[in-house]
């Protein structure tokens, strides 16, 4: 790494020299930030192991998509290994150590970043409503409240139902005064049953000495931007600013703050800033080869992924299938701290099915066959088989190469 340790200036807001990265530098350090580049913690029981990606990371995106696992679940196995599933949702869901707000997107996050995302509760508290208008707020409430003070943690349906019978957001009353409470912070949800939200006071689940709002905006802030620059290592402000969902100009006001500092990055247009506990000293380690969910905070920012690593992904779910170029849930091949290629995988009972398989060259064939044969058995499969491989003169050696 070209970084010596003294060129890196304390503070950002004293004067001092800038700090330059090359590009290999930075896609160091990014990885090494995502918890990517080292060997796999094997420390404490697996769901403690999964805590602690949970706590480095700051988030983790929730979706409902499930090709071989939901999102949450494949964030932590991309780090781990082959964490046991059971332990992962014991991780996020027991003990009160993470509650789901909205972060990047619906997002797990560690239960002492509570008192962080008063700024966001406030800020729709002061909207006054979402895109669902509640008939009759103070009623609605009042029930949701009573309902949870006696029988909670209850989910939408046990309150009362979740919808009127229409479609997915044709909410019911009860749904939406329930979703505007946890919006406002007077409830909370520690846990996903069947994917289904639980949702409990906030004043029962949160433990006491988070349970307040005592941060001002530019402290809630100034904390999320310093957290997201410690998960990535290095990062512009428009970086920053989208790890949590914030406004450049909410990164430009407390940036100063947060003891990043500022670095230049060969071949970025705009300024930078690195964490200085990642500057000191050169990222060495084991880079995984693993698949990863289009929803990893590694990948997760698009823009992003291809200014660091050269590559381009795009979630196609939701893209009409003759218009696909990947597949509905192309996950990317990381391998040697580079993103190779990807497949778009399925599950027929105990066969994972590689419908396509993009990759880079002929170097990628086979960690990709070991990325899948370790997905396979993580889920539970005893076979791989593989559809359509793009270029297609290297099927026969992946063929090979998974069945070796």
């Given at each position: 790494m070209s970084v010596a340790a003294s060129r890196v200036p304390r503070m950002t807001n004293v004067p001092g020299p800038t700090v330059e990265l090359s590009a290999d530098d930075v896609r160091r350090l990014a990885?090494?930030?995502?918890?990517?580049?080292?060997?796999?913690?094997?420390?404490?029981?697996?769901?403690?192991?999964?805590?602690?990606?949970?706590r480095g990371l700051g988030a983790v995106q929730l979706d409902t998509i499930s090709v071989l696992a939901r999102s949450h679940e494949l964030i932590p196995y991309?780090?781990?290994?082959?964490?046991?599933?059971?332990?992962?949702?014991?991780?996020?869901?027991?003990?009160?150590?993470?509650?789901?707000?909205?972060?990047?997107?619906?997002?797990?996050?560690?239960?002492?970043?509570?008192?962080?995302?008063?700024?966001?509760?406030?800020?729709?508290?002061?909207?006054?409503?979402?895109?669902?208008?509640?008939?009759?707020?103070?009623?609605?409430?009042?029930?949701?409240?009573?309902?949870l003070k006696i029988d909670g943690p209850l989910t939408a349906t046990e309150l009362g139902g979740a919808k009127n019978g229409g479609p997915w957001y044709d909410w019911s009353e009860t749904k939406i005064a329930v979703e505007w409470l946890l919006d406002t912070g007077e409830v909370v949800c520690t846990q996903r049953r069947g994917w289904k939200r639980v949702y409990d006071l906030a004043e029962r689940a949160v433990p006491s000495e988070l349970l307040h709002d005592d941060f001002d905006d530019r402290e809630c802030m100034r904390r999320l931007v310093a957290q997201a620059g410690a998960a990535m290592g290095v990062a512009t402000r428009a970086d920053l600013a989208d790890y949590h969902r914030l406004k450049g100009e909410q990164v430009d006001s407390v940036i100063a703050d947060t003891g990043l500092v500022p670095v230049r990055v060969e071949g970025w247009a705009k300024p930078a800033w690195a964490d200085p506990a990642a500057l000191a000293d050169v990222p060495r380690g084991r880079h995984r080869t693993t698949l990863l969910s289009p929803f990893d905070s590694l990948i997760w920012d698009r823009p992003r992924t291809e200014r660091i690593f050269g590559f381009t992904h795009r979630l196609e779910?939701?893209?009409?299938?003759?218009?696909?170029?990947?597949?509905?849930?192309?996950?990317?091949?990381?391998?040697?701290?580079?993103?190779?290629?990807?497949?778009?995988?399925?599950?027929e009972g105990r066969t994972l099915v590689a419908r396509q398989v993009s990759l880079d060259g002929p170097g990628a064939v086979v960690p990709m066959a070991r990325a899948l044969r370790e997905a396979a058995s993580w889920v539970g499969c005893d076979n791989v088989r593989i559809e359509r491989t793009l270029p297609s003169d290297l099927t026969a050696g992946l063929v090979a190469a998974v069945a070796g």
């Open positions: 990885l090494r930030a995502q918890g990517l580049l080292g060997a796999p913690d094997r420390r404490g029981r697996p769901q403690d192991r999964v805590r602690r990606v949970l991309a780090r781990l290994g082959a964490v046991g599933r059971p332990a992962v949702e014991a991780a996020y869901w027991t003990d009160t150590h993470s509650f789901e707000y909205w972060s990047h997107a619906a997002c797990i996050l560690p239960i002492e970043e509570w008192p962080h995302f008063a700024f966001r509760r406030r800020a729709r508290l002061a909207r006054g409503h979402r895109w669902h208008v509640l008939e009759d707020s103070e009623r609605s409430c009042g029930a949701v409240r009573d309902r779910a939701y893209v009409p299938k003759p218009k696909r170029v990947h597949g509905y849930f192309a996950m990317p091949l990381l391998t040697g701290g580079r993103l190779r290629g990807r497949v778009d995988p399925a599950r």
